[in-house]
């Protein structure tokens, strides 16, 4: 099969407004050079568009015009390695917007990676870096997010407490039990505050949750001043939140 004809029935089986790499189209090491040609010719003919250096995007059209790729988009082929493998994952304000915690939409994204720091900059997305606690896969990035959202709860702008903790409760209560195992092995490898929040909240949802790791990573005499009121949390109380 010719390069050329590999490559447009990869594209063809892609969603409009999606990014992809050249290692999704699956070439040959030998097949590179017409691979490159061929998608310069796809360019050119408009079938799809360069978003960056080996990232392109196949156009989303509308009744207003054509559309961009969203943020999350734009960054995905930064979130892997070369041989497909999740490496970091979307954090901070967008991430808490995109679950309610916040209207605000900040101008700059973070991600998260444990040992690689990613920045990017184009026309339409900024992202900076930031360490992830923890090593990241596609199994466990969406319970360290959630574990991030504990850890910045107190400095989420225009965060409604009341609102906040029912959307964390129903992220953490549609959790398997295996999830609910992990997550609680994660949260070891954050600040304290974020071992209590998380035994709050899972003692809340269920008393019968095994939380003992989260108690014994903690020390009895320390307080934590999230803001959270016994009546909106009763199980704060257990947990030295005040």
């Known amino acids: 099969m010719k390069v050329s004809k590999k490559i447009k ?108 720091r990613i920045y990017i900059s184009t026309k339409n997305v900024k992202a900076t870096p930031v360490k992830s606690y923890v090593d990241v896969t596609d199994s466990n990035y969406k319970l360290l997010q959630i574990l991030d959202a504990l850890k910045d709860f107190k400095n989420i702008q225009d965060l409604n407490i009341d609102s906040a903790i029912l959307v964390l409760k129903s992220f953490i209560s549609k959790l398997s039990i295996e999830e609910r195992q992990d997550i609680i092995q994660f949260a070891t490898y954050y600040p304290p505050r974020v071992i209590a929040f998380l035994g709050a909240l899972m003692e809340d949802i269920d008393i019968n949750i095994n939380t003992k790791l989260l108690k014994k990573n903690l020390n009895p005499l320390t307080k934590y001043r999230l803001g959270i009121n016994s009546s909106l949390l009763p199980s704060v109380k257990n947990w030295s939140i005040i």
């Not at 699956?26 to 590179?32: A, C, F, I, K, R």
């Not at 995007?57 to 041989?83: A, R, T, V």
Request: proline content about 5%.
């Open 9 to 116: 029935e990869k594209i063809a089986k892609l969603e409009a407004g999606n990014t992809f790499t050249y290692q999704q189209l699956d070439l040959q090491p030998d097949e590179y050079l017409a691979g490159t040609k061929a998608i310069e010719r796809l360019i050119k003919d408009g079938s799809i568009k360069r978003l960056s250096t080996g990232i392109f995007y196949i156009p989303k059209k509308s009744i207003f015009g054509e559309l961009k790729p969203s943020d999350e988009e734009i960054i995905k082929p930064y979130l892997f390695n070369k041989n497909g493998e999740r490496i970091a994952y979307m954090t901070g304000t967008s991430f808490y917007n995109s679950i309610g915690l916040t209207t605000q939409v900040p101008r700059i994204i973070k991600i998260a990676s444990r040992d690689k």
